[in-house]
């Protein structure tokens, strides 16, 4: 099979290679499926295990990357329906604990990480649904139901703010959403967002109260150690922010006014959520987007032999949208 690999953590040009690699086989093992990848999602966490970020160390000797993929499903394990050969799915966690993800032309998966995706979605939706997407849905739902709840998103046009705030939407939230500068807010998607704030605005807590004068109830934060203090004066009493990222490796919070406030701060590393968690955001996100209630944004597209391309563009920023790769 067509593939790209890495044998050592590195620059993206330096160490990631493209070339043939032997079809995983004979075959899945009992309770896995194989997959037909067709598109390959690129994520922060997949450039940042290349580049072996804070210390980290090769896991496997060999790692193929990308945890998130579209497909079909080609030949199936001992224990799986071999109803499910042929059908279209969508992967996600394919690299978490395991050494071949999807940047390949099949990848092997327990069955339960291969989703049925509806005729009617796109493989490119599919793709960008699996780390942003079930990130996104922890940080909504892990404490609750938001149904009648004040949700604020951070970032909201990024990949885990922008599916955040739509699932909230779905799920009966009000949604209120920050961006970073005011020439944003016209990218802001009104049907999904009943209020936006621009952070480099004079108050942004205060335009933010003035949509919640008694606070926020939920806070999707994509930047703990930028926005600790503006969390702290517009969160609710017994609120939860909800951290998936921050700048500072070691992020400064003002404890007390929290404590008083009775705030929940609950931090989110995606590849360790419960494994149930994992499969009620697979189901919700296909359910939600099955409706027409998610939509993804895709930035770039690159051919599998430009992989190093597509990782400097991700590790560039700067921008908004998924980039993809497509498979031959």
């Known amino acids: 099979m067509l593939a790209s690999w890495y044998d050592d953590q590195g620059p993206a040009a330096d160490v990631l290679h493209v070339g043939e690699l032997p079809d995983p086989g004979p075959g899945p ?3 896995e499926v194989r997959v037909r990848v067709t598109v390959s999602g690129v994520n922060p966490g ?3 295990k290349r580049r072996g970020w804070l210390g980290s160390s090769m896991p496997f000797p ?3 990357p990308h945890s998130d993929g579209a497909g079909v499903i080609d030949t199936v394990g001992a224990g799986v329906d071999a ?12 690299q978490s604990y395991r050494p071949f993800g999807t940047a390949a032309q099949y990848t092997v998966v327990p069955a339960d990480l291969a989703v049925p995706l509806p005729d009617h ?28 709840r004040l949700v604020l998103v951070h970032g909201v046009l990024g990949g885990v703010g922008s599916l955040a705030a739509q699932l909230a939407h779905w799920a009966g939230a009000t949604v209120i959403a920050t961006v970073r500068r005011t020439a944003d807010l016209d990218r802001v998607d ?7 704030v621009a952070l480099d605005t004079g108050d942004p807590a205060a335009a933010i109260r003035s949509y919640a004068p008694r606070g926020v109830d939920r806070i999707v934060e994509v930047a703990l150690s930028e926005n600790a203090d503006l ?5 609710a009493n017994e609120a939860v922010i909800a951290a998936y990222a921050t700048r500072a490796d070691r992020t400064e919070i003002p404890f007390w006014p929290l404590l008083f406030n009775n705030v929940t701060l609950r931090l989110l590393g995606s590849d360790d959520f419960p494994a149930e968690a994992k499969r009620r955001a697979a189901r919700d996100l296909t359910s939600a987007a099955a409706v027409g209630a998610l939509t993804v944004d895709v930035r770039d597209r690159y051919p599998l032999g430009d992989i190093a391309k597509a990782h400097d563009h991700v590790d560039a920023g700067g921008g908004h ?3 993809l790769l497509t498979i031959p």
């Not at 109803?83 to 394919?94: D, F, L, N, P, T």
């Not at 009104?190 to 209020?195: C, F």
């Not at 969390?231 to 969160?235: G, I, K, L, R, S």
């Open 190 to 196: 009104p049907a999904v967002v009943a209020h936006a």
């Open 46 to 48: 997949d450039t940042k």
């Open 62 to 64: 060999r790692v193929i």
């Open 121 to 148: 979605l796109s493989d490119e939706l599919g793709a960008s649904l699996g780390i942003p997407g079930i990130t996104a849905h922890r940080t909504v739902f892990a404490d609750g139901p938001v149904d009648g």
């Open 83 to 94: 109803r499910r050969v042929g059908q279209r799915v969508w992967v996600y966690g394919a």
């Open 231 to 235: 969390d702290n004066a517009v969160a």
């Open 321 to 323: 949208g998924r980039i």
């Open 29 to 31: 093992g009992p309770g």
